[in-house]
C-alpha cells in the first residue's frame, strides 16, 4: 500500500447517531452509566443492552451488514499447506515442499475455482474438514486467500478487523461482541489492525450468555419477577431523569444520547422479564441449531466437546441473528510442529469441519456470512520433503489468512480478471509469502479483510467514513467482489 495510511480521519466528527455512538463504544453500557450505583447492583455493568432505533423498539438503524465471525488457529497452523498457492504472475511454483505439499501436488477445485490439494491424495484436510459439516453450503460461498508473512506464535499480529465492522456498524441488538478470550480486545489471541473495537463479552459456557440479560446479584437474583419488575422500574426513573438532563445541553448529540440511555435501560427492564429473550438456541422451538451443532449430545463431535459445541454454536447463532456484534473463536493446539503428519492432518481437518458447520447455520438460518480465518504464523517442513511428511518447526513466512462469504441466495461472484482471482498477495519461489505486496503485513491483511467484507455486504461506501479513503487502483486490486 506505499505510503497509504489507514487511521480514523484525525478530524472525524464526534458522534451524533444512535449508530455512532454504538460504534465508538461510548454508550455499550449506556443503561449504567447514569447511576452506576444502583445499576451495578441491577445487572452485569459490562453489557450493552442499546437496542433498536431512536424509537427503541424498530430495528437498528444504518445499513444491515452481513455476520462476521473470526476464526483464529492458535500456534502457527498451515493455512497455506491447505490450499495451492501461486507466485506473482498467477502461476504454480516450481516446488511445495516447505508447505508439506511435496513437488507438485495433485489438485482439485471448490468454491468455484479455487485451486486445493487433492482430498484424494491429502485426505484429512481443511477442506474436507469444511465439506464434512457444510450440508452443501460450499456451493453458496466464496473464498479468497491471502498470501501474508505472520509473526510465529505470538499474539501481536495486527490482523483481527473487528475494530473496523464495529466502526463500520455491526452492533449487536442485544449483546456486544462476542469472543473467546480477552487478552488482545478483540475476542481472539490476535491484535486489531488499525482500530481497537470495543470489549467483547468473553463466552466460556451458555451461562455466560444466559446471564448476561439476568439480574446479576444475589440481591436481585433472590428476588421474585414482580419485585425484579419493580426495582428496574425504579432504575428507569433514575435514569430518564439522568437522560432529561443529557437532553437539556442543545446538540444533536446530547438528543441522541438521552433516548440511548433511556432506551438501554428499557430494554434492560423487557429483556430481564422475559423467559426466553432468544439468544439461547435451546430454547427455540425450532431446534435446527441446537441439533446442528448436537448441543444435547454428549462426547466428541467433529473434533469439539459438547460444551465447545454448545457455545461455539450459540456465539455464531446469535451473530447470524445479529443479537450481537462480530463474533471471535479461538482454537487452540495449533502449534502442532514436531507433533507428525496425522496429528496435523486431524487438526486441520478440525478446523475446516468448524468452519464447514459455521457455514451449515448460516444455510439453516438463511443468513449471510463472512467468515475470517487466520492464526499467528505458520509451520514449515524440511526442504526437498514428499507429500505431507510432518511440519518440524515453525515458518511464519509462509503465512496466510482465509476469507469465507456465504450468501443463502447463490455464491458471491468475484472477479475473474486476473489468474488466481481468489488470491491477494503472492508467494515467491522461495515458498514464502511476499512483504512487498499490498497484504505483505498483518494490519494490511486485516485492511483486505474489511475491505472485502464491506464488498461483500455491497456497503463499500462505509470504508472511507471508517478508513482514509484507498486509490483507485489499490481498491481494484484488494476488493475481489465482482
Request: aromatic residues 6%; charged residues 15%.
Amino acid at each position: 500500500m506505499g505510503k497509504k495510511k489507514f487511521n480514523y480521519f484525525d478530524d472525524h466528527k464526534k458522534p451524533s447517531t444512535r449508530r455512532e455512538f454504538l460504534a465508538s463504544g461510548m454508550v455499550s453500557s449506556a443503561a449504567f452509566m447514569m447511576t452506576p450505583s444502583i445499576l451495578q447492583i441491577l445487572a452485569n455493568p459490562s453489557i450493552a443492552r442499546a437496542a433498536g432505533s431512536d424509537s427503541c423498539d424498530a430495528a437498528s438503524s444504518g445499513p444491515q451488514l452481513p455476520a462476521f465471525v473470526g476464526v483464529n488457529l492458535g500456534g502457527g497452523a498451515s493455512l497455506s499447506g491447505n490450499v495451492i498457492v501461486h507466485d506473482k504472475g498467477g502461476q504454480l511454483l516450481p516446488a511445495y515442499n516447505q508447505l508439506g505439499l511435496g513437488t507438485q501436488p495433485a489438485t482439485e477445485t471448490e468454491f468455484g475455482n479455487v485451486l486445493f490439494p487433492s482430498a484424494g491424495t491429502v485426505t484429512q484436510s481443511f477442506l474436507t474438514g469444511m465439506r464434512s459439516q457444510a450440508n452443501g453450503a460450499l456451493a453458496k460461498s466464496s473464498f479468497i486467500q491471502v498470501c501474508v508473512p505472520l509473526a510465529d506464535d505470538t499474539s501481536n499480529n495486527a490482523i483481527d478487523p473487528t475494530g473496523m465492522v464495529t466502526a463500520a456498524g455491526l452492533v449487536g441488538s442485544l449483546l456486544p461482541k462476542l469472543g473467546s478470550t480477552s487478552g488482545t480486545g478483540t475476542g481472539i489471541d490476535q491484535k486489531a489492525s488499525n482500530i481497537q473495537p470495543p470489549a467483547p463479552l468473553v463466552v466460556r459456557s451458555i451461562n455466560d450468555l444466559t446471564t448476561a440479560l439476568a439480574p446479576a446479584s444475589s440481591l436481585t437474583r433472590n428476588l421474585s419477577p414482580a419485585q425484579q419488575k419493580s426495582l428496574h422500574s425504579l432504575v428507569s426513573d433514575l435514569s430518564g431523569a439522568q437522560a432529561r438532563s443529557v437532553a437539556s445541553v442543545n446538540s444533536s448529540s446530547s438528543q441522541t444520547l438521552s433516548k440511548l440511555v433511556q432506551c438501554a435501560t428499557g430494554k434492560n427492564i423487557e429483556l430481564a422479564t422475559q423467559t426466553n429473550p432468544g439468544i439461547d438456541p435451546k430454547l427455540d422451538s425450532d431446534q435446527t441449531v441446537t441439533n446442528l451443532w448436537g448441543m444435547n449430545t454428549g462426547g466428541n463431535q467433529f473434533g469439539r466437546s459438547q460444551n465447545e459445541r454448545t457455545v461455539f454454536g450459540s456465539m455464531v447463532y446469535n451473530g447470524l441473528k445479529g443479537n450481537s456484534g462480530s463474533v471471535g473463536i479461538e482454537l487452540g493446539g495449533y502449534d502442532y510442529h514436531g507433533q507428525g503428519a496425522p496429528t496435523q492432518m486431524q487438526k486441520d481437518f478440525d478446523a475446516g469441519a468448524l468452519v464447514g458447520k459455521i457455514l451449515a447455520t448460516a444455510q439453516a438460518m438463511n443468513k449471510r456470512v463472512f467468515i475470517h480465518v487466520t492464526s499467528d504464523g505458520s509451520v514449515g517442513a524440511p526442504s526437498g520433503s514428499g507429500l505431507r511428511p510432518g511440519f518440524t518447526g515453525d515458518r511464519g513466512s509462509g503465512g496466510m489468512s482465509y476469507m469465507i462469504a456465504f450468501d443463502p441466495a447463490g455464491r458471491p461472484n468475484m472477479k475473474n480478471d486476473r489468474t488466481a482471482a481468489w488470491q491477494l498477495g503472492y508467494y515467491t519461489n522461495g515458498q514464502g509469502a511476499a512483504d512487498d505486496s499490498l497484504v505483505g503485513s498483518a494490519d494490511k491483511a486485516g485492511v483486505a479483510a474489511f475491505v472485502n467484507y464491506l464488498a461483500f455486504a455491497k456497503q463499500t461506501s462505509l470504508f472511507g467514513k471508517v478508513l482514509s479513503p484507498l486509490s483507485t487502483s489499490d481498491q481494484d486490486y484488494l476488493v475481489r467482489f465482482a
